[in-house]
């Protein structure tokens, strides 16, 4: 790598260079005066890092301020996205060098967690990223939504001056289903979604819908309903658009309550993207994520090799729905985990499975049961890409 590389915060008179890079690396399009505004309040909040050559601006990424839910709880996380390197630096380790910069910047913004939709998978396992969920995108027929029912239910059309609400409603629905997964975008972001006339949004009293065009098809961004009535009515609305459009996209969770109601199943060609997950401060996001009400006591050996303050013996406590990570004496049945491990656990991953990839290893048949069942529960997706 060459001497002058430097990580240095993204500054307004660079974004024509990040912009380029992005192009070079994404391919054209996107709205550039859009994406200049969103960009600045990431400059502005220290959330946008970038690697220089001297002046010359060569790699960029940058962090969204998250929340997700973890077991009906939620957790600060910070998104990783637009990781973009100039095409004549890559294959010398420039973006690995940015990630660590934005590992550690996350450190200092406090997330606990961090996540990211991966196109490449080597460079961020080696920095300790792991699988940990997916986003699906089901489509059903837009027939069998129409005949859902909940006619008796009353919805009207929703704006920006709702977007409180919908959070409420779906902080309410996700503690009520111990989500988890799905996100939590600043207040800003979903003011700006329900400010958009191509997004059709309607609300009940328990419950909202976010919808609109896609290629001649109906798509459900978001459904959120704490009741069946609720449910159905929100699904009819979307499939009375049934004359026009054949086929309803939606984001939703495998175990969304739609697949149970609708006749036929969804298509079979469900689309999934899949996120990775790693631990930037393992104690605090244990300790911030729900559980189920089970009483675990297990120990654990991890070894991070990029944030030292994960390293070490630790003893899990899980009791009461919330659990605890302590510093311990290193135990002959300790669960040695990497970062890796760690992340995919933390996600819900079997056990079994994690030994059958390496990356778990000691520990007892009895602490993969009680792990399973504590880091177990509805399966974690995302609605989003980001
Ligand atoms: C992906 C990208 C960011 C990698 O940048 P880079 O500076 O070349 O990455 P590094 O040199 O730090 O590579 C780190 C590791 O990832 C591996 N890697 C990098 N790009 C890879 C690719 N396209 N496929 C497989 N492995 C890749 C490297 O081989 C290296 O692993 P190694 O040490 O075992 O050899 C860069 O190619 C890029 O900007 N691509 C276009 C945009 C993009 O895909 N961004 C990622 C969005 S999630």
């Known amino acids: ?56 601006l060569v790699a960029a990424a940058r962090i969204w301020p998250f929340e997700q839910w973890w077991h009906g709880r939620r957790v600060q996380l910070g998104g990783v996205a637009g990781v973009v390197v100039a095409p004549e630096y890559r294959g010398r380790g420039v973006a690995s060098l940015l990630m660590r910069a934005v590992l550690q910047r996350c450190v200092d913004k406090g997330y606990p967690l961090t996540a990211l939709y991966p196109a490449t998978t080597v ?20 027939a069998d939504l129409r005949t859902l029912g909940g006619k008796g239910t009353a ?29 939590i975008w600043p207040l800003k972001q979903v003011q700006g979604w329900l400010e958009d006339e191509d997004n059709f949004a309607y609300v009940a009293d328990d419950g909202f819908v976010v919808y609109n065009w896609s290629d001649g098809a109906l798509a459900v961004d978001e459904l959120i309903a704490g009741s069946e009535e609720t449910a159905r009515a929100l699904w009819a609305t979307v499939g009375s658009g049934a004359s026009i459009a054949r086929t309803v996209h939606a984001y939703c969770a495998p175990s969304d309550p739609i697949h149970l109601m609708v006749e036929h199943e969804a ?58 990570l302590t510093p311990a004496e290193p135990s ?20 079994a499975s994690l030994r059958a990839a390496g990356l778990a290893a000691g520990g007892t048949p009895e602490g993969d049961d009680a792990l399973d069942t504590a880091f177990g529960g509805p399966t974690p997706y995302v609605l989003d890409y980001f």
């Open 267 to 324: 298509d079979t060609d469900t689309r999934i993207n899949r996120w990775m997950l790693r631990m930037i401060d393992a104690p605090a996001a244990i300790a911030a994520r729900g559980f189920p009400e089970v009483t675990v006591e297990v120990d654990l050996q991890l070894v991070d090799q990029e944030l030292a303050g994960n390293t070490g013996g630790w003893h899990l406590s899980v009791a009461g729905g919330a659990g605890q």
């Open 332 to 351: 002959v049945d300790a669960l040695r985990l990497g970062s890796r491990g760690l992340a995919a656990l933390y996600a819900g991953t079997p056990l």
């Open 1 to 56: 790598m060459t001497d002058s590389l430097r990580v240095v915060d993204v500054a307004e008179d660079q974004l024509d260079s990040v912009w380029q890079v992005r192009t070079r690396s994404f391919g054209p399009g996107g709205d550039r005066d859009e994406w200049r505004k969103t960009a600045l309040e990431f400059l502005d909040d220290g959330r946008y890092l970038g690697v220089v050559d001297g002046d010359e």
């Open 155 to 183: 919805i009207r059309k929703a704006g920006p001056g709702d977007a409180e609400l919908f959070l409420q409603l779906a902080s309410k629905a996700h503690e009520g289903q111990r989500s988890s997964g799905p996100l």
């Open 123 to 142: 460079l961020y396992r080696h920095l300790g990223y792991e699988f940990a969920g997916h986003r699906y995108k089901f489509s059903f027929q837009a």
